[in-house]
């Protein structure tokens, strides 16, 4: 439903003759989309939250829900099908008129459930020329899915049961430094498992000599938090730069910086999930901003050295600290974490 009703409205938006059908369309495709999303990811947890809200005000609710199969990789299809029709709206992109090229480009099964969110302008015109095996592409592909299945298989699955462990216990009984280990070993787990699936799968695409974007820059060698955004989920970064926070409008002062900021960073973390922790998550990064923003911190494109090092301590523990609420079962428990591990 995503990828035929895009399709026919990213032709739709481009016959268009005036601005306002053209918005229209535009308008449709976001509730197409947008609305698929809501119904299978998020419709239960607002049933839940008005539901302990009219609790607290003392009514008895019996509110529905709905008990759904999630469909897998649509946080991801959903906004790569979506910029296809924004940038036809905007003017920098042509309706294709090739439906398997378009369904291709969709569902394109190397990236289809973990990324990296790949923008029209870059994958479909890929999928529109002819291509040949290339030995020497199918072997650096190869190297890099040997690469993404040892970040995957040797350090991500040995920290997930140390931080199981960890995270499952009585945090009121456990030492702090154990509880920071738990965070320490949680931010290797999740960078080797999601780094690990994104050169899976661009070493995959290449094999087909299909070129994917990068998506992790060594992240931990970040000096900011900025900097840090820079290189952790490039592709979904990326798209809500272009797609969220300019279109709010506002970002050339400090006041409008900072309310886009703090908008783009909730609703990135509500993207990764339907819970509290990952909008706590995406609101922590959100407020690690504001200093750069208030002191007009200029991005630094240039290699870290040596003595970027305590920068780079401070911004690997602030990134720790987060991931407590990223791993968390709950605000309560994530909050219950952080102050046995400081106490």
Known sequence: ASSIGDFLLGRAIEGASGERARKRWLVLSLVLNLGLLGVFKYFNFFMDGMHDLLLTIGM?????TLRLLLPVGISFYTFQSLSYTIDIYRGQLKATRDPIAFLAFVSFFPQLVAGPIERATNLLPQFLVSRSFNKEH???????????????????????????????????????????????????QIYGDFSGYSD??????????????QNFAFPYFSRSISEFWRRWHISLSTWFRDYVYMPLGGWRTKFGRLRNILITFTVSG???????????????HGAYYVPEILRDGKARRDVPVLRDLPAIISTFLLVVLAWV????????????????MVR
């Open 270 to 284: 509500f993207w990764h999930g339907a819970n509290w922790t990952f909008i706590g998550w995406g609101v922590v």
């Open 200 to 213: 899976i799968a661009i070493g995959c695409a290449r094999l087909f000599g299909i070129g994917l974007s």
């Open 325 to 340: 609420f990223f791993r968390s079962s709950s605000i309560h428990t994530a909050g219950a974490y952080l102050f046995y």
């Open 138 to 188: 199918a072997r650096d592909g190869l190297r890099q899915m040997l690469w993404g299945f040892f970040k995957k298989l040797v350090i991500a699955d040995t920290c997930a049961p140390i931080v199981n462990g960890i995270f499952a216990g009585d945090v009121s009984t456990t030492p702090g430094i154990t509880l920071f280990f738990g965070a320490f070993f949680f931010a290797f």
């Open 60 to 64: 008895r609710p019996d509110l529905p």
